[in-house]
C-alpha cells in the first residue's frame, strides 16, 4: 500500500515493491513427518520458526510421559503451524510446514 501511496505522491517514500527477505523464499508446503505411534505430540519448535535437516521437529508421548517417537526434519524449513489438539494416531501428521524448494 506504501508502495502505490509513494507512486502516486502522497507519501515520501520508495515506490518499489519490498523484495522477499531470504527466509521466505523458495518454500513449498509440506507436511511434518507422519507419526509412528499414537500418543501427545509436543513440538520442539515453535510456529514460525526455521529448522534445518535432522533437526527435532517434536516428540510424541504415552499417557504415563514415555516418549514413543521423535520426529525430525527431512528437509530445510519453517513451521507453518501445528495441529490443534496435540494428540495424534499412527500415520497422523501433526502439522504444516514450509519447506525449502529444491529447485529454487
Same mark, same amino acid.
Given at each position: 500500500?506504501? @508502495?502505490?501511496?509513494?507512486? !502516486? ?5 520508495? $515506490?518499489?515493491?519490498?523484495? +522477499? =527477505?531470504?527466509? &521466505? $523464499? ?10 509412528? @505411534?499414537?500418543? &501427545? ?19 510424541? !508421548?504415552?499417557?504415563? %510421559? =514415555?516418549? &514413543?517417537?521423535? &520426529?525430525?526434519?527431512? @528437509? $530445510? %524449513?519453517?513451521?507453518? $503451524? /501445528?495441529?490443534?489438539? %496435540? /494428540? ?7 502439522? =504444516?510446514?514450509? +519447506?525449502?524448494? @529444491?529447485?529454487?
Amino acid at each position: 500500500v506504501l @508502495a502505490q501511496l509513494a507512486h !502516486l505522491g502522497l507519501v515520501a517514500g520508495s $515506490a518499489d515493491p519490498p523484495s +522477499l =527477505t531470504p527466509d &521466505l $523464499a523458495f518454500r513449498v508446503r509440506g507436511n511434518a513427518p507422519r507419526a509412528r @505411534a499414537a500418543g &501427545l505430540f509436543v513440538p520442539d519448535v515453535a510456529p514460525g520458526r526455521s529448522f534445518r535437516p535432522g533437526d527435532l521437529l517434536g516428540r510424541i !508421548l504415552g499417557v504415563d %510421559g =514415555t516418549e &514413543l517417537d521423535a &520426529l525430525r526434519a527431512d @528437509a $530445510a %524449513g519453517i513451521v507453518v $503451524a /501445528w495441529a490443534e489438539g %496435540g /494428540w495424534v494416531e499412527i500415520g497422523g501428521i501433526p502439522g =504444516t510446514l514450509g +519447506l525449502e524448494d @529444491a529447485d529454487g
